[in-house]
């Protein structure tokens, strides 16, 4: 019935969404998306972009980031590919700038503060957040509520928080990104934080072991991130809650660009506008019952969205591009205070 509901809202959205589309009909009738996206999200993309575009067919070639630079790359003379989504990210810098053309969606300007395009060809488009995955049974037996950073460092969780390796994990140095974003990238007072915390936590190799491990009851919090997490409510769990420090939290921003010299330049510059539109956010939310968090400021979160609202949560400004720049001296501190601590 919830599907059903998601569906019919987003149906209804065609109508709004109609002033998205282009004065004339010249956008041909392919695109071809390579795309690192789940099978659940293509189809919510190419069902409601198709509401509005229902002559464009969305020819999709799924693989890894790695996989469709690389065929990008070796496909510059002769282009296949028209547009990406998934897996481009606001801390790859400059890195892809060869293989894209220098445009972003008109509905840039309409992004989370600190979240519009980083390098003037990614559109971004949908968030990967920081989150604490809490074990509430193990939680509510210490009699705590842990909401904040600061309510990490109690006692009682000694050897019961759970992180990934920062250094071969995204989802942990993620949570690191976080952290310097709270406290100050690399400042006196983030590293007394760390090293407060890493007395308590306990540092593994595994980036999906986090929530994981908080499920199975191993530790009582994980520092890991909410597109993960939330899958164990969606699958059923009682036991874990999603939760976010109150200090604030950001997230790494993916995106959408299109392929330079692209055969089917048109309709990829819809599909991009679409999916960064307020409109197209909100037919995306409603048929995924709010699974994938966006990044237009004004798309509409369905009641029943499974991840909290943006707008009820504090988020904390992130540096990207010191992040970028210090990361490796970054790493080596903490690998350093991993050591003196933890041995």
Same mark, same amino acid.
């Given at each position: ?13 065609v ?9 004339d ?10 795309s690192s996206?789940?099978e659940?999200d293509l ?14 067919e969305?020819e999709?070639v799924?693989?890894?980031v ?49 979240y519009?395009?980083?390098n003037?060809f990614?559109?971004?488009d ?10 509430t049974?193990l939680?509510e ?7 904040s950073?600061e ?12 992180i990934?390796?920062?250094n071969?994990?995204?989802a942990?140095w993620?949570?690191l990104c976080?952290i ?5 990238v ?12 890493l007395e ?11 929530f ?10 994980g520092?890991? !991130? @909410?597109? %993960?997490?939330?899958? *164990?409510?969606?699958?059923?769990? /009682?036991?874990? $809650?999603?939760?976010y ?17 692209c ?8 599909l991009?506008?679409f ?9 995306i939310a409603a !048929? @995924?019952? %709010?699974t994938l968090? *966006?990044?237009?400021?004004n798309? /509409?979160?369905p $009641?029943n969205?499974?991840?909290?609202d ?7 400004p992130?540096?990207?591009n010191e992040?970028i ?5 970054l790493?080596e ?7 003196q601590i933890?041995g």
């Amino acid at each position: 019935m919830k599907k059903i509901l998601a569906l019919i809202l987003a149906f209804v959205m065609v109508f709004a969404l109609a002033g998205l589309a282009y004065a004339d009909d010249d956008l041909g009738d392919t695109v071809v998306l390579y795309s690192s996206m789940t099978e659940f999200d293509l189809e919510a993309l190419i069902t409601c972009f198709n509401e509005v575009y229902p002559d464009i067919e969305v020819e999709v070639v799924s693989g890894s980031v790695g996989e469709y630079t690389s065929r990008i790359a070796a496909e510059a003379d002769n282009p296949q590919g028209d547009v990406t989504w998934g897996g481009l990210c606001d801390s790859d810098g400059y890195t892809h700038e060869a293989l894209f053309e220098k445009w972003v969606s008109i509905h840039n300007d309409e992004a989370m503060e600190g979240y519009s395009t980083p390098n003037g060809f990614y559109s971004m488009d949908h968030l990967s957040t920081v989150c604490f995955c809490v074990n509430t049974e193990l939680e509510e037996e210490l009699g705590l509520d842990i909401r904040s950073y600061e309510d990490l460092l109690n006692p009682a969780l000694k050897g019961k928080i759970v992180i990934s390796d920062p250094n071969s994990s995204s989802a942990a140095w993620n949570n690191l990104c976080n952290i310097f974003s709270v406290y100050g990238v690399g400042t006196d007072e983030a590293w007394d934080y760390l090293a407060k915390l890493l007395e308590n936590m306990v540092v593994v190799e595994k980036s999906s072991v986090c929530f994981n491990s908080v499920y199975d009851g191993e530790y009582v919090v994980g520092l890991t !991130y @909410e597109d %993960g997490a939330i899958k *164990l409510n969606q699958n059923g769990s /009682t036991t874990t $809650e999603v939760r976010y420090p109150s200090e604030g939290t950001s997230a790494a921003a993916y995106g959408m660009a299109i392929v330079k010299n692209c055969p089917h330049r048109a309709a990829a510059e819809a599909l991009v506008n679409f999916v960064c539109s307020a409109e197209g956010q909100t037919a995306i939310a409603a !048929y @995924e019952e %709010g699974t994938l968090r *966006l990044t237009n400021a004004n798309y /509409t979160v369905p $009641e029943n969205a499974w991840l909290e609202d943006s707008k009820d949560m504090t988020w904390v400004p992130r540096p990207v591009n010191e992040l970028i720049e210090r990361k490796a001296e970054l790493l080596e501190h903490w690998n350093e205070l991993v050591g003196q601590i933890q041995g």
